[in-house]
């Protein structure tokens, strides 16, 4: 199964990526998880990667159609991925379908989930993260039974340097801009679903699998 995760900063995508990974058995490949990484290791693509996401912009197009590309040639994507903030531009998805044309397979659904601005704001802003297992919390939504410590392995949580207020204004912008011409892009496919994102995890969850057929 292949899927693409669509949507703005903080509507859920990799919440649920992580759920539909471990009951479909198949990849998340977030692009933004693998800049992250490139960035703490402060490897050549990290380096080229950091100023762009400090500034909630985009890194270009040729760096991440290249990760993705490595990345599709591991053994782990045999069954499928989800593809979780890529494609995020018109020119990210046309190389996409050309990558997939070239593999000889198939793109199953889109799938675009919607929040309204103000929950987006709040979702990111109170955004929390362990910095040893990497669990996530949110202080308004799910938060951790003591503040600043993981429930899991009571590691430190922090905050994500894009979660400041002036930079999720400017990656909602950008979004706008930049990835939102692509609901009409698989919507020309007709591969494109919705999700109202709005409600608990679970709920989402539960409308996810029932689209996906379980
Ligand atoms: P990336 O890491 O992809 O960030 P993003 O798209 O801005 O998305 P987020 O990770 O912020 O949000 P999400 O939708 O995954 O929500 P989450 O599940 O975490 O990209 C970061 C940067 O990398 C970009 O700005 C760019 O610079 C670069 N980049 C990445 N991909 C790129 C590409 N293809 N091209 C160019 N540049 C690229 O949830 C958010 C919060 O809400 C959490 O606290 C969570 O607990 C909470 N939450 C989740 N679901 C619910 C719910 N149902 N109810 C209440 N709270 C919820």
Same mark, same amino acid.
């Given at each position: 199964?292949?899927?693409?995760?669509?949507?703005?900063?903080?509507?859920?995508?990799?919440?649920?990526?992580?759920?539909?990974?471990?009951?479909?058995?198949?990849?998340?490949?977030?692009?933004?998880?693998?800049?992250?990484?490139?960035?703490?290791?402060?490897?050549?693509?990290?380096q080229?990667?950091?100023? %762009?996401?400090?500034?909630?912009?985009?890194?270009?197009?040729?760096?991440?159609?290249?990760?993705?590309?490595?990345?599709?040639?591991? &053994? &782990?994507?045999?069954?499928?991925?989800?593809?979780?903030?890529?494609?995020?531009?018109?020119?990210q998805?046309?190389?996409?379908?050309?990558?997939?044309d070239?593999l000889?397979?198939?793109?199953?659904?889109?799938?675009?989930?919607?929040?309204?601005?103000?929950?987006?704001?709040?979702?990111? &802003?109170?955004?929390?993260?362990?910095?040893?297992?990497?669990?996530?919390?949110n202080? %308004?939504?799910?938060?951790?039974?003591?503040?600043?410590?993981?429930?899991?392995?009571?590691?430190?949580?922090?905050?994500?340097?894009?979660?400041?207020?002036?930079?999720?204004?400017?990656?909602?912008?950008?979004?706008?801009?930049?990835?939102?011409?692509?609901?009409? %892009? %698989?919507?020309?496919?007709?591969?494109?679903?919705?999700?109202?994102?709005?409600?608990?995890?679970?709920?989402?969850?539960?409308?996810?699998?029932?689209?996906?057929?379980?």
């Amino acid at each position: 199964m292949i899927l693409i995760f669509l949507g703005a900063p903080g509507v859920g995508k990799g919440t649920q990526a992580k759920l539909i990974m471990k009951k479909y058995q198949i990849p998340q490949i977030s692009t933004g998880d693998i800049l992250r990484d490139a960035v703490r290791n402060n490897t050549p693509l990290g380096q080229k990667a950091q100023d %762009y996401m400090n500034k909630g912009l985009l890194v270009p197009d040729e760096v991440v159609i290249g990760i993705i590309e490595e990345r599709f040639k591991e &053994s &782990s994507c045999k069954s499928g991925f989800i593809l979780d903030g890529f494609p995020r531009t018109i020119p990210q998805a046309e190389s996409l379908d050309k990558v997939l044309d070239k593999l000889d397979i198939r793109l199953d659904q889109a799938i675009n989930f919607e929040v309204e601005k103000e929950i987006l704001i709040k979702r990111l &802003s109170g955004r929390r993260l362990c910095k040893n297992c990497g669990q996530m919390y949110n202080i %308004y939504f799910n938060a951790p039974s003591r503040e600043g410590i993981c429930d899991q392995c009571e590691g430190e949580l922090f905050q994500r340097k894009d979660d400041t207020l002036e930079t999720i204004q400017e990656r909602l912008h950008v979004y706008q801009v930049q990835t939102e011409p692509l609901i009409e %892009y %698989y919507q020309s496919k007709k591969k494109l679903a919705t999700i109202a994102a709005d409600k608990d995890q679970d709920t989402i969850f539960n409308q996810l699998c029932n689209l996906l057929g379980n």
